[in-house]
């Protein structure tokens, strides 16, 4: 089973040019001078859920630094697990994430996490629960999201009263997401959160399943937005360049989606920028986009906050 991969705008394959990245960071920051962040952190809260310790060349000081440039009070590290066997994870093993939310409580919380069909999957997470992770993820391994390998983890998830963070890919990650229902049936008390690009090229009625960052308007009543309106205990998470994607390739129609699923959207970053103020960080742009469309200040907090706090139990 190979290492997972992360997410972020992929470089050269992201769909943006420069000039759109440089316009997103422009409004970035008329947008932090607006909400107190002029490279310190903002006086209202945000919750990220999801990042990694370990993503390119990024260093652990670095990503602190770059979370505080962002105005982010907490922020949820998401680790590939602690098989053991001097194979340390792509995203951080557990251990790293463990001592980086120790030296730093409060500011960062963690996940458990394994790979899937790893036989000892399931004890394994558990060990990492009672060690102080607060949800598992992101599960990112080569399995169909309705297999037997995620009902495991979703036992283990209901047993815990914790969430699960997917990603969805297709053909690659938590295969077939047109059966995903069947997950969010028979597991009605466990959260799920979906994230990458299947789930967030699915916000779209007709969405070409192999094009992970599809560009042009939006038909209301894709997989992903009937998930959010017909199933209690599904969310998404805003993250990567997928989530990017979504909320910007169609704004008029994002703007409806907001005020639809106000009370299922979550802010994460998935972002391997190392400052937290150039161009190409995904995660900032994010943050000023969802602060440029939200149409009022109280779904904004939701977004960026209260739903996280509420969903993770902060």
């Known amino acids: 089973m190979p290492l997972p991969e992360m997410t972020s705008i992929p470089r050269g394959q992201s769909g943006y040019s420069r000039r759109e990245l440089l316009a997103a960071s422009t409004a970035l920051l008329f947008s932090g001078r607006l909400h107190g962040q002029s490279g310190s952190p903002t006086r209202e809260p945000v919750i990220d859920i999801h990042q990694h310790i370990v993503y390119d060349d990024r260093t652990v000081e670095q990503l602190i630094a770059h979370q505080r440039t962002m105005g982010v009070s907490t922020s949820v590290l998401m680790p590939t697990g602690d098989r053991g066997e001097g194979r340390p994870g792509g995203s951080g093993d557990h251990e790293a994430v463990l001592e980086l939310c120790r030296t730093h409580r409060g500011e960062f919380v963690f996940f458990a996490n394994e790979i899937s069909d790893h036989a000892e999957a399931p004890k394994i997470i558990e060990r990492q629960l009672r060690r102080g992770a607060i949800g598992i993820g992101e599960q990112k391994f080569r399995v169909d999201c309705d297999s037997p390998y995620i009902e495991r983890i979703a036992e283990v998830a209901r047993s815990f009263d914790v969430p ?52 042009g308007s939006v038909m209301p009543g894709g997989i992903t937005d ?29 703007r409806e989606f907001i005020v639809r699923h106000q009370d299922k959207l979550v802010y994460g970053s998935d972002c391997s920028e190392a400052t937290g103020r150039r161009p190409e960080c995904v995660g900032a742009n994010i943050l000023a986009a969802i602060r440029r469309l939200t149409p009022n200040k109280a779904i904004e907090r939701k977004i960026l906050y209260e739903n996280a706090k509420r969903l993770l139990k902060l």
């Open 164 to 215: 699960v963070l997917m990603h969805f890919e297709h053909g690659r990650y938590n295969r077939n997401i047109e059966r995903f229902y069947r997950m969010l049936e028979r597991f009605p008390t466990v959260n799920f959160i979906g994230h990458a690009q299947a789930w967030w090229g699915n916000i779209h009625k007709n969405h070409d399943q192999t094009n992970n960052y599809p560009r």
């Open 226 to 254: 009937r998930y959010l309106s017909d199933y209690s205990n599904c969310y998404a998470d805003l993250s990567a360049g997928s989530g990017y994607n979504a909320i910007t390739r169609d704004e008029d129609r994002y």
